[in-house]
């Protein structure tokens, strides 16, 4: 089945955020944002501003009601800078006026007098002065003190992965709306409708129940809408408050990157013990993440990294601490993977070092060490593993002995041109990591002509939600899709909902659903067995037809929903659907936070251009833990498409700020994600069907986040085909892997292996420009 | 005002998608259709770039004009039937360039369909149910032959039946707008040509200033052949360049080249004559053409003078060149049979992407020698540079590795780049290096390569 709102999506009748029709009266608004990553503000003038014609007003932090305060986790972000600024970007004045050029040249003459402090950008630097976000994690498993001893080979390095910018295509933004009873109607572009919700309601020191917050969907959201999305919302929110009159701010597209933080850059680094026989023993890896200013979701984030850390491998003694550090670049936030990723890029740049140090291929050590069943990990949950299923599936399937030997052969046979394979199986635990949040709720109306309403917490953002929440009714009534439909996501409707994210979303409120849905039928069931003189047991629906003891009945779905109307039955359903099994101590470092895994393993080869320093990706083949999927058009798509952004977070896209903290890449043209002639040639997915039981509704286990991980072997391919070309080549664990980055190490000198220390690291940040 | 401004908020149209405000991702292309020697001819623009003014005269066509709902269109529905769509937001975009290469009289293949889309971005699907999509699109075009492409849309109903009739639409506009498209005397218009990089640098500015639009004038137009010279009007764009006969014939390898410059939306509107007074110093066409030896023809409209293109560049952004003067045309001797060109461009993203360096080279063989060359270099000084230095050390040498690689040496000491966010300085050095080797690779083939590695 198709993605449900395929249909407007390709007429261009699909309605986002700047599309909603303007009311009269409507302001328009924009941010001052903050010039200088760190310092106190002096003086704000904002004379020239208002008299630009039509400005209405310039809100500041005095200006707001009740508490200046939207973090999450911590309450450490205010939404208008006060005294302090803390990053280049940071909103400082939010002008309201009567059009949006004359907001957007009212920001212009706004004109700030700052005293700098120091600006830190790396992380490691604000981790040596104490500037943490929370007091560092550590995960154990076994004693790596006593392992060391008993290892053949030891290796140490550092890692250092850049960040990612989200660049949905639509931009962040807001439209708010005041209602009767001190009340707004907010639209927003976001995947979190009550965390926006809660923050406008400590903004104006009202309560939730005031505000309605809705989204009928996101032209992309990757984790940058999950808490980001609410200082827009609040800000216009705040001028609406005050005002009374609709206020919106759909974000320039250089605003919106400036502003807003990206994936978490890291640093890293790890020691690795590996016996004669390539088994790794131990494993010590300290991260240290670039939060940003303030904490957003980087806790979170940060606890993920731990928990995917030694990825889709078994090692028997770990130690894996985490500081989260403070620094004065944007906030930085969820972005699919939400840390995972960059733990996963340590595990398999140590065991990258082990095998160029022993001359080995890293897919040996990669094979030999993968998790199986019954094994645990660091947070001691228990594998029901499939990643030596995947693994061996995938090398006989797409017959890597031979792609080798071709390979081996083109290497030999050409001079300029390079190419290099590497496999990258993944391991990702599904639930979000806070257990409190595993929970939804749908909301299930029969109306009295057969047709079916639908409102869930789940927010629709091009993943299919909707679709596979619609796909459970349809399946549960055993009625025609076209019956039913998908509402809107409102706070009105579903409240105190998680945000759409950790791939969760439909395994929640498609469970939600389910509840409802049974619900209703159930007491259907009970009608129809009344009426025929059967148990309900006895009764079943298929194709919009009644049967009874499996033989048609005289009634179809509209007699059995209009009798039950008849018969004032209740035909509405509010289901609420709680993760069973799932804890986690988070003193002890122990439990069992995950619904499940998903695995899966990825071979893919790259050719470099040894003249040049540029490169293709070139095949991406897959093998991929499916559970058993319940819709393979959408899950395929999520699929792909997470491979080319975890393959433009591993090669093109570059996120630069400079020494005092602004962002250069600022904009489309200085920010590369991939186009169309970037992608590889073929991706293959071939699907793992596992009859194991999981907690996945429909047993589709959630494909989401999973497949981005997979690009992170491009990183590993270009590595290989590089060495390829100058075995000994020094190539530092740094992503991404840009043309520049592959040139350099072509014609680098010759890499001696001593372990280097950190003087490479953070080249990203803090260059000279 | 920009066109994408115009239409979502002034003509409530609201298919069309703002994502970008810079050309570079696509999602408000729409179709600007104008009558071209009385040939109908529609090019894919990103309307975020388009100064209003530029719709003058054209029949603009947005996701709205190429529905026919309640039914999806032949370009819809393959786009649905491969789930080439996800959060939707880029999808009109891609839908609009393929209704652009379905109105355009090139082959019907998929690489065709592909290239028609190398000006949007898609962040959700990875491209590859997108390919399968534009397959499918070119399986619709197959039957065409020779048949006028918007009627053949019309009548196969991939577009909508009204597109029969804007050939007499278009022509009845022309002639009501006669006379309409002179500015008034006395002001001091900026000039704009495509507007693909003054909208991205200065568009409020654009906003309160009198504008004389050079993309539609006729007489700046036109790709001729004269004796052994190839003249160029000065509104002639890249798209234009791309389906010259002349340069096709004297420069085989052209496609290859401007593959890497920009994206089809942006090849279509960008002109060659604002490529080199935007004075960029990575401006891929002036790079092309200085290695040519280029002279431009420069006009205050009452007075014409000649400036050889390499003299054009004062410093960083400055130009030999009074605000009044705008270039009306170009040219340069077409090469002859010993005479090789060859164009390098390397940037993080092969395509739709700023150089970190270009480069390109023409050299002239007599007796196996080198007896004449130019080799261009942008990315590498604050303006396009010619190689002056390393081209006099080359003249009368034989092309050999010893002194290749001296040439690159002294090449070294005439470059000053700066490390920015296309590259560091060192890396640049290194590339404009590397990128001589390849043009000698690629123009003697005869030559040792792994010497030069």
């Given at each position: 089945?198709?993605?449900?709102d395929?249909?407007?999506h390709?007429?261009?009748t699909?309605?986002?955020?700047?599309?909603?029709?303007?009311?009269?009266?409507?302001?328009?608004?924009?941010a001052?944002?903050?010039p200088?990553?760190?310092g106190v503000?002096?003086?704000?003038?904002l004379?020239?501003?208002?008299?630009?014609?039509?400005?209405?007003r310039?809100?500041?932090a005095?200006?707001i009601p009740?508490?200046?305060?939207?973090?999450?986790i911590?309450?450490d972000?205010?939404?208008?800078?006060?005294?302090?600024?803390?990053?280049?970007?940071m909103?400082?004045?939010?002008?309201?006026?009567?059009?949006?050029e004359?907001?957007r040249?009212?920001?212009?003459k706004?004109?700030i007098?700052?005293?700098a402090?120091?600006?830190?950008?790396?992380?490691?630097?604000?981790?040596?002065?104490g500037?943490l976000?929370?007091?560092p994690?550590?995960?154990?498993?076994?004693d790596?003190?006593?392992?060391?001893?008993?290892c053949?080979?030891?290796f140490?390095?550092?890692?250092?992965?850049?960040?990612?910018?989200?660049?949905?295509?639509?931009?962040q933004?807001?439209?708010v709306?005041?209602?009767?009873?001190?009340s707004?109607?907010?639209?927003?572009s976001?995947?979190?409708?009550?965390?926006?919700?809660?923050?406008?309601?400590?903004?104006?020191g009202?309560?939730?129940?005031?505000?309605?917050?809705?989204?009928?969907r996101?032209?992309?959201g990757?984790?940058?809408?999950?808490?980001?999305?609410?200082t827009?919302a609040a800000l216009?929110?705040?001028?609406?408050?005050?005002?009374k009159?609709?206020?919106?701010?759909?974000?320039h597209?250089?605003?919106d990157?400036?502003m807003?933080?990206?994936?978490?850059?890291?640093?890293a680094?790890?020691?690795?013990?590996?016996?004669?026989?390539l088994?790794?023993l131990?494993?010590?890896?300290s991260f240290?993440?670039?939060a940003?200013?303030?904490?957003?979701?980087?806790?979170a984030?940060?606890?993920?990294?731990?928990?995917?850390?030694?990825?889709?491998?078994?090692i028997p003694h770990?130690k894996?601490?985490?500081?989260?550090c403070?620094t004065?670049l944007?906030?930085?936030?969820?972005?699919r993977?939400f840390?995972?990723?960059?733990?996963?890029?340590?595990i398999e740049?140590a065991?990258?070092?082990?095998?160029?140090?022993?001359?080995?291929?890293?897919?040996?050590?990669q094979?030999?060490?993968?998790?199986?069943?019954?094994?645990t990990f660091?947070?001691?949950?228990?594998?029901?593993?499939?990643?030596?299923t995947?693994?061996?599936?995938?090398e006989?399937?797409?017959?890597?002995?031979?792609?080798?030997?071709?390979?081996?052969?083109?290497?030999?046979?050409?001079?300029?041109l390079?190419?290099?394979i590497?496999f990258?199986?993944?391991c990702?635990?599904?639930s979000?990591?806070?257990?409190?949040?595993?929970n939804?709720?749908?909301?299930?109306?029969?109306?009295?002509?057969g047709?079916?309403?639908?409102?869930t917490g789940a927010v629709?953002?091009?993943?299919?939600?909707?679709?596979?929440i619609?796909?459970?009714a349809a399946?549960?009534?055993?009625?025609?899709?076209?019956?039913i439909?998908?509402?809107?996501?409102?706070?009105y409707?579903?409240a105190?909902t998680?945000?759409?994210?950790?791939?969760a979303?439909?395994?929640?409120?498609?469970?939600?659903t389910?509840?409802?849905?049974n619900?209703?039928?159930?007491r259907?069931?009970?009608?129809?067995a009344?009426?025929?003189?059967v148990?309900p047991?006895?009764i079943?629906?298929?194709?919009?037809?009644?049967?009874?003891n499996?033989?048609?009945?005289?009634?179809?779905?509209?007699?059995?929903?209009?009798?039950?109307?008849?018969?004032?039955i209740?035909?509405?359903?509010?289901?609420?659907y709680a993760?069973?099994e799932?804890?986690?101590?988070?003193?002890?470092?122990?439990?069992h936070p995950f619904a499940?895994?998903?695995?899966?393993?990825?071979?893919?080869?790259?050719?470099?251009?040894?003249?040049?320093g540029?490169?293709?990706i070139?095949?991406v083949k897959?093998v991929?833990d499916?559970g058993?999927s319940?819709n393979?058009?959408?899950?395929?798509?999520?699929?792909?498409g997470?491979?080319?952004?975890?393959?433009?977070?591993?090669?093109?896209?570059?996120?630069i700020?400079?020494?005092?903290?602004?962002?250069?890449?600022?904009?489309?043209?200085?920010?590369?994600?991939p186009?169309?002639?970037?992608?590889?040639?073929?991706i293959?997915?071939?699907?793992?069907?596992?009859?194991r039981?999981?907690?996945?509704?429909?047993?589709?286990?959630a494909?989401?986040?999973?497949?981005?991980?997979?690009?992170?072997?491009?990183w590993?391919?270009l590595?290989?085909?590089?060495?390829?070309?100058?075995?000994?080549?020094?190539?530092?664990?740094?992503t991404?892997?840009?043309?520049?980055?592959v040139l350099l190490?072509?014609?680098?000198?010759?890499?001696?292996?001593?372990?280097?220390?950190h003087?490479?690291?953070?080249?990203?940040?803090?260059?000279?420009? | 005002?920009?066109?994408?401004?115009?239409?979502?908020?002034?003509?409530?149209?609201?298919?069309?998608?703002?994502?970008?405000?810079?050309?570079?991702?696509g999602?408000?292309?729409?179709l600007?259709?104008?009558?071209q020697?009385?040939?109908l001819?529609y090019?894919?623009?990103t309307?975020c770039?388009?100064?209003?003014?530029?719709a003058h005269g054209k029949?603009?066509?947005?996701?709205?004009g190429?529905?026919?709902l309640?039914a999806l269109?032949?370009?819809?529905q393959?786009?649905l039937?491969?789930?080439a769509t996800q959060c939707?937001?880029?999808?009109?975009?891609?839908?609009?360039s393929?209704?652009?290469?379905?109105?355009?009289?090139?082959?019907?293949?998929?690489r065709n369909?592909?290239?028609?889309i190398?000006?949007?971005i898609?962040?959700?699907?990875?491209?590859k149910?997108i390919?399968?999509?534009?397959?499918?699109?070119?399986?619709l075009l197959?039957?065409r032959d020779?048949e006028?492409?918007a009627?053949?849309?019309?009548?196969?109903?991939?577009?909508?039946?009204?597109?029969?009739?804007?050939?007499?639409?278009?022509?009845?506009?022309?002639?009501?707008?006669?006379g309409?498209l002179?500015?008034?005397?006395?002001?001091?218009?900026?000039?704009?040509?495509g507007?693909t990089d003054?909208?991205?640098?200065?568009?409020?500015?654009?906003q309160?200033?009198p504008?004389?639009?050079?993309?539609g004038?006729?007489?700046?137009?036109g790709?001729?052949?004269?004796d052994?010279?190839?003249?160029?009007?000065?509104?002639?764009?890249?798209?234009?360049?791309?389906e010259?006969?002349?340069?096709?014939?004297y420069?085989?390898?052209?496609?290859?080249y401007?593959?890497?410059?920009?994206?089809?939306?942006i090849?279509?509107?960008a002109?060659?004559?604002?490529?080199?007074?935007?004075?960029?110093?990575?401006g891929?066409?002036?790079?092309?053409?200085?290695a040519l030896d280029?002279?431009?023809?420069l006009?205050?409209?009452?007075?014409?003078?000649?400036?050889?293109?390499r003299?054009?560049?004062?410093?960083?952004?400055?130009?030999h060149?009074?605000?009044d003067?705008?270039i009306t045309r170009c040219?340069?001797?077409l090469?002859?049979?010993d005479?090789g060109?060859?164009?390098?461009?390397?940037s993080?993203?092969?395509?739709?992407?700023?150089?970190?360096?270009?480069s390109?080279i023409s050299?002239?063989?007599?007796?196996?020698?080198?007896?004449?060359?130019?080799?261009?270099?942008?990315?590498?000084?604050?303006?396009p540079?010619?190689?002056?230095?390393t081209?006099?050390?080359?003249?009368?040498?034989?092309?050999?590795?010893?002194?290749?690689k001296?040439a690159?040496?002294i090449?070294?000491?005439e470059?000053?780049?700066?490390?920015?966010?296309?590259?560091?300085?060192e890396?640049?050095?290194?590339l404009?290096?590397?990128?001589i080797k390849?043009?000698?690779?690629?123009?003697?083939?005869s030559?040792?390569?792994?010497l030069l590695?």
């Amino acid at each position: 089945m198709k993605n449900i709102d395929s249909n407007t999506h390709v007429s261009g009748t699909s309605v986002y955020l700047d599309d909603v029709p303007v009311m009269n009266g409507t302001l328009f608004g924009a941010a001052f944002e903050s010039p200088s990553a760190h310092g106190v503000i002096r003086e704000l003038i904002l004379d020239d501003a208002l008299r630009i014609p039509g400005v209405v007003r310039v809100f500041t932090a005095a200006d707001i009601p009740g508490q200046n305060e939207i973090g999450g986790i911590i309450k450490d972000e205010p939404l208008l800078a006060d005294t302090h600024v803390h990053f280049c970007g940071m909103p400082v004045a939010f002008v309201v006026a009567r059009t949006r050029e004359a907001a957007r040249a009212a920001v212009k003459k706004i004109r700030i007098r700052i005293d700098a402090l120091p600006v830190i950008t790396d992380p490691r630097e604000a981790q040596a002065k104490g500037e943490l976000i929370i007091p560092p994690r550590t995960f154990r498993q076994g004693d790596t003190d006593l392992a060391w001893p008993q290892c053949t080979h030891i290796f140490t390095g550092n890692a250092d992965i850049n960040g990612q910018e989200h660049l949905y295509i639509e931009t962040q933004g807001a439209y708010v709306i005041p209602q009767e009873h001190n009340s707004l109607r907010i639209y927003s572009s976001t995947q979190g409708p009550t965390a926006v919700q809660r923050v406008v309601a400590a903004i104006t020191g009202a309560s939730m129940h005031q505000f309605e917050v809705i989204v009928t969907r996101l032209g992309g959201g990757f984790g940058g809408k999950e808490d980001q999305a609410n200082t827009w919302a609040a800000l216009c929110a705040l001028a609406a408050w005050i005002l009374k009159k609709p206020v919106k701010y759909a974000l320039h597209r250089m605003e919106d990157m400036a502003m807003t933080g990206k994936r978490h850059p890291y640093a890293a680094d790890f020691k690795i013990g590996l016996d004669k026989d390539l088994k790794i023993l131990a494993y010590e890896v300290s991260f240290f993440q670039n939060a940003g200013a303030s904490a957003d979701l980087s806790p979170a984030v940060l606890a993920r990294t731990l928990f995917h850390c030694t990825n889709a491998y078994y090692i028997p003694h770990v130690k894996a601490t985490a500081w989260s550090c403070r620094t004065h670049l944007p906030p930085n936030t969820a972005f699919r993977g939400f840390g995972g990723p960059q733990g996963m890029f340590v595990i398999e740049a140590a065991i990258a070092k082990a095998a160029r140090v022993l001359q080995v291929d890293a897919a040996l050590i990669q094979k030999t060490n993968l998790i199986a069943t019954g094994q645990t990990f660091p947070y001691g949950q228990i594998a029901a593993s499939e990643a030596g299923t995947c693994w061996d599936k995938a090398e006989t399937l797409y017959d890597v002995v031979e792609q080798q030997r071709k390979v081996q052969l083109f290497n030999t046979e050409n001079k300029l041109l390079k190419k290099g394979i590497a496999f990258m199986p993944i391991c990702f635990g599904i639930s979000f990591t806070n257990t409190m949040m595993n929970n939804a709720r749908s909301l299930v109306h029969v109306y009295s002509d057969g047709s079916v309403g639908i409102s869930t917490g789940a927010v629709e953002m091009g993943q299919g939600v909707n679709t596979k929440i619609l796909q459970v009714a349809a399946q549960t009534f055993s009625i025609p899709a076209n019956k039913i439909k998908l509402n809107h996501t409102s706070t009105y409707t579903i409240a105190n909902t998680s945000p759409s994210a950790a791939s969760a979303t439909a395994d929640l409120n498609g469970k939600a659903t389910l509840i409802a849905c049974n619900a209703i039928l159930d007491r259907l069931k009970q009608l129809a067995a009344e009426a025929f003189h059967v148990t309900p047991a006895d009764i079943t629906l298929e194709n919009g037809h009644v049967l009874v003891n499996q033989q048609p009945s005289s009634w179809n779905w509209q007699q059995l929903v209009t009798t039950a109307f008849a018969q004032r039955i209740n035909l509405s359903e509010h289901g609420h659907y709680a993760t069973p099994e799932i804890h986690y101590d988070a003193v002890k470092e122990k439990g069992h936070p995950f619904a499940y895994h998903v695995y899966g393993t990825a071979i893919l080869e790259a050719t470099v251009d040894c003249l040049r320093g540029t490169y293709t990706i070139d095949t991406v083949k897959v093998v991929h833990d499916f559970g058993n999927s319940m819709n393979t058009d959408i899950d395929r798509g999520q699929i792909e498409g997470g491979i080319v952004q975890g393959i433009g977070w591993m090669t093109l896209e570059e996120v630069i700020y400079d020494r005092e903290g602004k962002l250069r890449s600022n904009a489309l043209s200085t920010y590369k994600v991939p186009d169309i002639y970037a992608v590889p040639k073929t991706i293959a997915i071939d699907a793992l069907q596992t009859t194991r039981d999981n907690l996945a509704v429909f047993r589709s286990k959630a494909v989401g986040e999973p497949p981005l991980m997979y690009g992170i072997g491009a990183w590993f391919a270009l590595h290989n085909a590089i060495r390829a070309f100058h075995p000994h080549a020094d190539i530092p664990f740094i992503t991404p892997m840009t043309p520049e980055k592959v040139l350099l190490a072509l014609y680098s000198k010759t890499n001696t292996e001593t372990n280097q220390q950190h003087a490479e690291t953070v080249s990203h940040l803090g260059s000279d420009l | 005002m920009p066109l994408l401004d115009f239409i979502r908020y002034h003509q409530h149209l609201t298919g069309t998608k703002t994502g970008c405000n810079e050309g570079d991702c696509g999602a408000c292309i729409i179709l600007a259709g104008e009558l071209q020697q009385g040939v109908l001819v529609y090019r894919s623009w990103t309307s975020c770039l388009t100064p209003l003014g530029n719709a003058h005269g054209k029949h603009i066509v947005t996701i709205e004009g190429v529905n026919m709902l309640p039914a999806l269109n032949p370009i819809q529905q393959a786009m649905l039937d491969n789930s080439a769509t996800q959060c939707g937001f880029c999808t009109p975009g891609f839908v609009m360039s393929l209704a652009g290469f379905c109105l355009d009289r090139k082959a019907p293949t998929t690489r065709n369909a592909i290239a028609a889309i190398d000006g949007n971005i898609c962040r959700c699907t990875g491209y590859k149910s997108i390919e399968r999509a534009a397959a499918v699109v070119a399986t619709l075009l197959t039957s065409r032959d020779n048949e006028e492409p918007a009627l053949f849309a019309a009548e196969r109903q991939i577009l909508p039946e009204y597109f029969t009739s804007i050939k007499e639409r278009l022509k009845s506009l022309i002639t009501s707008l006669n006379g309409e498209l002179n500015p008034p005397p006395d002001s001091h218009p900026c000039f704009v040509g495509g507007g693909t990089d003054l909208y991205v640098q200065q568009p409020e500015a654009l906003q309160e200033h009198p504008i004389r639009f050079l993309l539609g004038q006729e007489m700046l137009k036109g790709i001729t052949r004269e004796d052994t010279r190839c003249v160029l009007g000065a509104a002639v764009t890249v798209s234009d360049l791309l389906e010259s006969p002349v340069m096709q014939h004297y420069f085989p390898a052209l496609e290859n080249y401007l593959q890497l410059v920009s994206s089809t939306p942006i090849r279509n509107m960008a002109t060659i004559a604002g490529n080199f007074v935007n004075a960029s110093p990575i401006g891929d066409m002036t790079i092309f053409f200085l290695a040519l030896d280029t002279t431009l023809e420069l006009s205050d409209g009452h007075h014409t003078r000649t400036l050889p293109l390499r003299e054009l560049y004062k410093g960083y952004k400055q130009l030999h060149k009074n605000p009044d003067e705008y270039i009306t045309r170009c040219w340069f001797e077409l090469p002859g049979p010993d005479t090789g060109f060859h164009f390098e461009k390397v940037s993080k993203r092969t395509h739709l992407d700023i150089a970190s360096v270009n480069s390109a080279i023409s050299i002239t063989m007599a007796a196996n020698l080198i007896s004449e060359v130019r080799i261009a270099a942008g990315g590498v000084g604050p303006v396009p540079m010619l190689l002056t230095d390393t081209a006099a050390f080359l003249r009368g040498k034989a092309p050999g590795t010893a002194t290749i690689k001296q040439a690159y040496a002294i090449a070294q000491l005439e470059i000053t780049p700066i490390s920015d966010a296309r590259g560091t300085a060192e890396y640049k050095r290194l590339l404009l290096e590397q990128l001589i080797k390849a043009h000698f690779i690629t123009l003697f083939p005869s030559l040792q390569v792994e010497l030069l590695l």
